[in-house]
């Protein structure tokens, strides 16, 4: 038995890695692998092959330092950005340019910034003025990682938190009992105003709704504590559930309720390295989490078939654990019997157990100076003669290769250095001679090799309007004094909440969570808490996650996308038969910024014109010498379909005790009333906006031009920008869904929710469609008829008429073009603006089972005119890349001596906001800003790297005593 190591050629050593080969090449190589080969040669000829790969198409890490990850209406965002090589982790150089954008979620892109990016780093703000409140997710990723799965772009949950949804304050208590067969909800309900006085002996209305459904409805009144005490039946799924409380008054609370119900915990069980094999001692790690996604404390026992415990077990830290499995029988069946939050139990299947194959187990202990693998395999594996790869691959660089031969041996054990990592995950892997991996184990290595951050302020403690000086010192692990680039946020403490464990920081993020799948919970207690607990509590972790892999998908690898390294412009040239027009000159002309060039198409028709100017709302003028029967088309990437954060939502401010977010709350109140000068404790009146009517010039409307009951002009759609018309559309008319029609259709329906994607359709007359499952565009539950320059697109039904485009063509349609494509839009709803479009363009036949109002006829003006096709003038191009976005400077208000009592009052949460924080050769830097106007106690987050790798954090406090200043 044994396993040989080999030492390979590498490349050059950083943070002791030896680059021997990416594991892509080692999973996806063709299965020509040499039987003519020695293993040595076998790995090396990877390693050439990889290397190169390694080199020139490393995936990119990024990780946004946020001011702070709760906000207000009118609030803006700041943000500094790093991307990092992902393989050696210096500052990446690969992107010039990056995206950052705000997701609801529901998945709608909301606000979306290109940014430049200068040697690995960048930063930006971005105004919340328009947004309403809620829950949002900030993203951020480059074109070159449009290459790579969507969990490689940087995602971080963040809320907008206002009182104008919701005016009273609710603290709750929920539970569910069995009574007549039927599950039953008893909910506790506490309502205050915002100054937390009761809501006592008031008349309130009562729904109860799941999702849209409406579940209860009752009026009911409050007891002079401001206590509500309902029951209702629950349904089979207690998620999404809200109860909503108002009163005639216009108050009203919007509350999501969190039932710990025994069928609602999810308990999974996860052999190390893969499966439970028969004859083989087992290593397990579990998982337990709530209906919010968050882990729960569960206890339980391992049964098997005769239903005799053969092991206990417990959880050790948010819902996670493990526990050794005694040997298996062959055929043997486990079953896990848990005891639940609350004493309910439940019972769980185990993994089956497999009677052949090959168990990984890795001893990572955090004194040690070298991890153990430990191999064991069954019988008839260990006398096959068999040989296997072992690998350790970390960041995507293999750093350990050995080759496996049991010699009729069951087990084999053997210990690696730590040295041949680096700090973060290792991902060992065993591989059979096919390189088709059999067992996989993550651990997390720690060379305790991060930056050393200290900040020293001048002051014990600062008055109210004091003059702050932060003093940062960077050292590496070594004590030398390091050169680097570092972001300070500054917050208020009574205004924020300072709940450093549940935030990822940059540590947490490039070392940790950017390799793991899904959510993680309190991130920074692994990496920060330094003792046994916290170890064991990172393996549980390791032991129960997916990883992601920054590896290029396919085959052989390539890349889609090219990385921007600048602003720039891709296009392609075409005739009138879709065949490339090569060695053609275009020309390239601009007022803002002023460029004028020219180049020349390649064999393929394309043209990029590279090292353009920056600047933020550019506009390029684009065309041929050859001006007829040519067409010109951008050859830029789409913009990706953007997912919110896997993250459970957030809590609102207004259910529970968040201290912080109401006075925060309250302030943003202050704030808009000294706006609008009125007195401190009063709330205005929702705004009613009388605005003029909308004017989309050159439109065909039949109505006349503005004559709609919705209408956006060219103003709307040149600030939307890039979107393409069907997100534009999304955005601004929720109710606009495509549903599939299930049944033969009738042209008087009435819809039925099939689902939250799906709607099935019921005849109620007798002229009918002859298919089915056709996918259609609905806006209010009525058909969408497309309009595009007075010219139908297409028919209204495919099934009568086979050249009539259905809804994916109606969204191949729409995604086609941008808002800026267009001139404006017009949706005509009523019977008023309806009926002359209802008699152009729907059949007669049809006309009499239908009414104007039973269908919907959007409007398009294009810029040409020309109807569906939106032609752009032959051999020409007015091209507007998405704006480019510069940051804005924090606003960092002065108080001299002789002006510190001024009534102004200093009404800031952030109290200060340095993106570019750079330390000299001594790793020294001074920071300076005031104190607000109140007593507090303000949070400090500095973090950032060094131009090698070497990542740092720290967060502390500074006391603000005396006496109030305004």
Request: positive net charge; proline residues 6%; hydrophobic residues 40%.
């Given at each position: ?8 050629p590498?490349?050059p ?25 020695t293993?040595?040669?076998?790995l ?5 092959a990889?290397?190169?790969?390694a080199?020139?198409n ?6 946004l ?28 150089a ?6 950052v ?12 910034q290109?940014?430049?990016v200068?040697?690995?780093?960048s930063w930006?703000?971005?105004?919340l ?6 829950s949002?997710?900030?993203v ?6 449009q ?33 007549g067969?039927?599950?039953q909800a008893r ?20 729904s109860?709704?799941?999702g ?5 409805r009752?009026?009911?009144q ?7 005490d ?7 799924k ?11 008054g ?7 309720l969190?039932?710990?119900r ?20 087992a290593?397990?790690?579990?998982k337990?989490?709530?209906l ?23 959880t ?16 043997e069946?486990y ?7 609350g004493?309910?139990t439940?019972?769980y299947p185990?993994?089956d ?5 090959i168990?990984?187990n ?6 040690e100076?070298?991890?153990k ?23 995507e660089i ?13 087990s ?9 990592f ?17 067992n996989?184990?993550?651990?997390y ?9 200290n900040?020293?302020a001048?002051k014990?403690a600062?008055?109210p ?5 932060l003093h940062?010192n ?5 004590g ?5 680039n570092?972001?300070l ?26 390799e793991?799948k ?11 808490v330094n003792?046994?607990q ?7 972790l ?6 992601v892999s ?11 996308y090219a ?24 020309q ?10 020219d180049?020349?198409t ?11 100017p920056m600047?933020d709302?550019?506009a ?17 990437a ?8 896997a993250?459970?939502?957030?809590t ?10 109401l ?5 943003n ?17 929702k ?5 003029a ?6 439109s ?7 004559n709609a009951?919705q ?5 709307d759609m040149l600030?939307?920008g890039?979107k393409?018309l069907?997100q ?12 599939i029609?299930?049944?033969?259709l009738?042209?008087r ?13 019921n ?11 056709i996918?259609w ?5 009525k ?7 007075g010219v ?22 729409l995604e086609?073009y ?5 001139k404006?839009?017009e ?6 603006y ?16 239908l ?6 006829f ?6 040409s ?13 007015l ?35 340095e993106?570019n ?5 001594d ?15 303000y ?18 406090k500074?006391k ?7």
């Open positions: 038995m044994k396993i040989r190591d080999f030492n390979l590498h490349l050593k950083g943070h002791g890695l030896h680059l021997i080969a990416v594991i892509l090449f080692m999973l996806f190589v063709q299965n020509t692998y040499a039987q003519d080969l293993p040595a040669a076998w090396f000829k990877r390693k050439m990889a290397d190169s790969a080199k020139f490393p995936a990119e890490k990024i990780y330092q946020l001011d702070k990850n709760s906000y207000t209406p009118g609030d803006t965002l700041w943000f500094k950005a790093y991307l990092f090589n992902a393989p050696t982790l210096n500052l990446s690969k992107s010039g340019l990056m995206y954008s705000i997701v609801t979620d529901s998945n709608v892109v909301v606000k979306r290109r940014l430049p200068e040697k690995g780093v930006g703000n971005i105004s003025k328009e947004l309403p409140a809620g949002y997710t900030l951020a990723y480059t074109q070159w990682l290459n790579f799965d969507q969990d490689c772009f940087f995602k971080k949950q963040f809320t907008i938190a206002d009182d104008a949804g919701s005016s009273w304050l609710a603290n709750y208590t929920c539970s569910s009992t069995i009574s067969g039927k599950e909910v506790k309900l506490m309502l205050s105003d915002i100054y937390k006085t009761a809501v006592a002996g008031k008349p309130v209305q009562l109860v709704m799941k849209k459904r409406r579940l209860y009752q009026a009911v409050t007891d002079e504590n401001g206590m509500i309902i029951t209702f039946n629950l349904p089979d207690a998620g999404n559930i809200r109860i909503i409380a108002n009163d005639a216009g108050n009203r609370v919007n509350i999501p969190n039932f710990s025994q069928q609602d915990a999810d308990v999974q069980f996860m052999p190390e390295g893969g499966e439970i094999i028969a004859g083989l001692p290593h397990v790690g579990f337990a989490i709530g919010d996604g968050k882990g729960i404390n569960v206890s339980g026992s391992v049964l098997n078939h005769e239903k005799q415990v053969v092991v206990n077990f417990t050790q830290h948010l819902g996670m654990g493990n526990f050794n499995l005694p040997v298996a029988g062959a055929d069946i079953t896990a019997k848990v005891t639940l939050p004493g309910a439940r019972e185990m993994p157990v497999k009677n052949e194959g168990v990984l890795v001893v990572n202990t955090g004194n100076d070298s991890v693998v430990l191999l064991a395999a069954t019988d008839k594996i260990a006398r096959s003669g068999e040989r296997y790869f072992l690998v350790g691959k970390a960041r293999i750093c350990y290769g050995a080759m496996v031969d049991f010699k009729n041996n069951t084999i054990s053997q210990k690696i250095s730590k040295q041949l680096p700090s973060g995950i290792t991902h060992f892997v065993l591989l059979d001679m096919n390189s088709k991996p059999l996989e184990r993550l651990i290595i720690n060379r305790h090799d991060n930056l050393h951050l900040i020293y001048d014990a600062y008055n309007r004091d003059s702050v000086a940062i960077v050292k590496d692990a070594l030398n004094p390091v050169t680097g570092f972001s946020a500054v917050t208020d403490d009574a205004l924020v909440h300072p709940d450093s464990l549940n935030n990822e920081n940059i540590i947490t993020r490039i070392l940790l969570t950017s793991l899904g959510f993680v919970e309190q991130p920074d207690y692994y990496l920060t003792n046994a916290a170890r064991e509590a990172l393996d549980n390791l032991l129960t996650q997916g990883w920054y590896s290029l998908p396919g085959v052989n690898g390539r890349p889609v990385a921007e390294k600048d602003a720039a412009i891709n296009g392609r040239v075409f005739n009138v038969f879709n065949k490339p027009v090569k060695q053609t000159k275009v390239l002309f601009s007022k803002s910024p002023m460029v004028v060039a180049t020349l390649n064999k393929d028709g394309n043209f990029t014109f590279s090292n353009l600047a709302t550019p390029y003028f684009i065309k041929t010498a050859k001006s007829f029967n040519v067409t010109i088309a951008m050859n830029d789409p913009l990706p379909a953007l997912l919110a954060s993250a459970p939502a957030e609102p401010w207004y259910v529970g005790s968040n201290t912080a977010m006075n925060n709350v309250k302030n109140r202050l704030r808009q009333n000294m706006a609008d000068d009125l007195p401190v404790n009063t709330r205005a009146l705004e009613v906006k009388i605005t009517k909308k004017i989309v010039k050159g065909q409307n039949l109505n006349g031009e503005g009951d209408a956006f002009d060219e103003n600030k939307a890039k393409s069907l534009f559309l999304q955005e601004r008319i929720p109710t606009l869904k495509l549903v029609l299930y049944k033969p009738n042209l329906f009435a819809l039925q929710d099939k689902s939250s994607e799906e709607a099935s359709i005849a109620q007359f007798t002229l009918e469609t002859p298919k089915t499952n996918p565009y609905m806006i209010d539950n058909p969408m008829k497309l309009i595009v320059d139908p697109f297409g028919n209204v039904f495919k099934a009568t008429s086979p050249n009539g485009p259905d809804g994916n063509d109606v969204r191949a349609y086609s941008n808002a800026e494509d267009v404006g839009i949706v005509n709803n009523s019977t008023k309806s009926i002359a479009y209802f008699n152009r363009y729907i059949y007669p036949e049809w006309r009499r089972n009414i104007p109002s039973d269908m919907m959007v409007e398009i003006t294009t810029r005119g020309g109807g569906p096709g939106i032609p752009r003038s032959p051999g020409a191009y091209y507007k890349p998405l704006a480019l976005s510069l940051p804005s400077k924090f606003y960092k208000p002065r108080y001299p001596v002789s002006n510190k009592n001024k009534t102004v009052p200093d009404l800031r949460s952030t109290i200060h906001w993106p924080v750079s330390t000299g050769s790793g020294k830097a001074t920071i300076s800003f005031y104190s607000a106007g109140k007593p507090s106690t949070t400090y987050i500095l973090e950032g790297t060094n131009m090698d790798g070497s990542l740092g954090y720290i967060y502390g500074i603000v005593t005396g006496n109030t200043n305004p």
